[in-house]
């Protein structure tokens, strides 16, 4: 069961779940051991261990960026009414 307030998630890819052990992601690289259990995230030399507070090293999006999808472009019609 997972920790009061805890994000617990999976990484997906193509082939299904994707071991977590090695994967980098936003800066941190996650481990984890078998035996004893253990799960960590580290970034240089900050360890952060199951309870603690990871920080996204993300660039942030500029003020005027938009998340919106943003449309294919129209064809325009040439000479004669077809389209190109």
Same mark, same amino acid.
């Given at each position: 069961? +997972? $920790?009061?307030? /805890?994000v617990?998630? *999976? #990484?997906?890819?193509?082939? &299904?779940?994707?071991?977590? @052990?090695?994967? %980098? ?11 004893? +259990? $253990?799960?960590? /995230?580290?970034?240089? *030399? #900050?360890?952060v261990?199951? &309870?603690?507070?990871?920080? @996204?090293?993300? %660039? ?25």
């Amino acid at each position: 069961m +997972p $920790l009061p307030g /805890a994000v617990s998630f *999976a #990484v997906i890819g193509t082939g &299904g779940l994707i071991n977590l @052990n090695g994967l %980098a992601l936003g800066g941190w690289v996650f481990h984890e051991q078998a035996e004893p +259990p $253990l799960v960590w /995230a580290q970034r240089a *030399a #900050v360890r952060v261990v199951i &309870g603690g507070v990871l920080k @996204n090293f993300a %660039a942030a999006l500029p003020a005027t960026a938009t998340m919106a999808p943003t449309a294919a472009p129209m064809a325009t019609p040439s000479a004669g009414g077809r389209h190109a």
